[in-house]
């Protein structure tokens, strides 16, 4: 017996309108008309008593409706529970990551893994780096690619995937432009332009500047380093940026040097410490340090 034809028959009972169950079902009442015939030829009985002025249930409708409704409640619950199983049977595994995430090997582990287990739903979702202890997202199914200059602290656990320092982005008509190695101090009097706050690089980077005996004033605070190359090209400034995110990224007028005293960064796959899906111990030991 088929449900649809059944589902058909309680909402016709309920609106006795044609034309009300044909709006809810996203059908014609040609179709409505169809199912109900069928059905009552299937169970030898008529079903609704059909006139111009209106449409009502038989005594036999009267009776085998609450069978019906049954059969329909049943359905629909056997139909949420199958859903509910599919989901916890599902494996899926959510990373989430800074922006830059393109410029480090991570990406390739990433992709290698997909590969590996096609059947995998990988969600990635794009966040800004942020400390540790703000955040709120990581659960059994997710992990955060981030970028870390004091490695986690004991409640979390990390695979370190590559390492990254800062440098100072000149245009090639500056006067520094051919040094090998820069020391902060020398840039005290440079206009800057850096990221904000949000990228997770502007306070490590004001503590660099006040090792070398002055605060940057920054004339941009935003999260574009493509913008910031460009202006740099313009000749609106330098900036102070991590090597690997703009190495292959330069304008044809810009070059950059390294600059001392410097910080090191970790590139890191980071999960809490404790009990995870099984996906999620499946990529973690996929990753080598």
């Avoid at 990551?97 to 480090?104: A, F, K, S």
């Avoid at 500056?174 to 502007?202: R, S």
């Avoid at 410097?262 to 796959?269: D, E, I, V």
Wanted: net charge negative; with cysteine; aromatic share 8%.
């Amino acid at each position: 017996m088929d449900i649809q034809k059944l589902e058909t028959f309680t909402q016709l009972a309920h609106h006795l309108n044609y034309s009300k169950v044909a709006e809810e079902t996203y059908t014609t009442q040609g179709n409505i008309s169809k199912h109900i015939l069928a059905l009552e030829k299937e169970l030898g009985v008529q079903l609704f008593n059909r006139s111009k002025r209106q449409i009502i249930l038989t005594e036999a409708g009267h009776e085998l409706l609450p069978h019906a409704q049954t059969i329909v409640q049943q359905v629909a619950i056997m139909r949420e529970k199958a859903t509910e199983i599919s989901h916890k049977n599902q494996q899926f595994l959510t990373i989430y990551t800074i922006p830059t995430l393109i410029n480090y090997p991570a990406l390739e582990k990433i992709a290698d893994f997909r590969r590996e287990n096609p059947a995998v739903l990988l969600q990635l979702k794009e966040t800004e780096n942020q400390s540790l202890s703000s955040v709120d997202f990581l659960d059994e199914n997710s992990l955060f690619f981030t970028r870390l200059f004091q490695l986690p602290e004991h409640s979390f656990e990390y695979k370190v995937v590559d390492e990254d320092r800062f440098v100072a982005v000149l245009p090639k008509t500056h006067p520094l432009a051919d040094e090998k190695q820069l020391a902060l101090e020398m840039l005290q009097k440079e206009a800057f332009l850096l990221l904000g706050q949000e990228t997770g690089l502007l306070t490590p980077l004001h503590q660099l500047c006040q090792q070398a005996g002055f605060v940057p004033e920054n004339n941009y605070g935003g999260s574009r380093i493509d913008l910031i190359l460009n202006m740099v090209a313009s000749d609106l400034g330098i900036s102070l940026l991590m090597e690997k995110t703009i190495k292959d990224k330069l304008p044809e007028n810009v070059t950059y040097t390294p600059v001392t005293p410097n910080k090191t960064s970790q590139l890191c796959f980071v999960r809490t410490k404790g009990a995870h899906s099984t996906i999620n111990d499946d990529f973690w030991r996929s990753v080598t340090n």
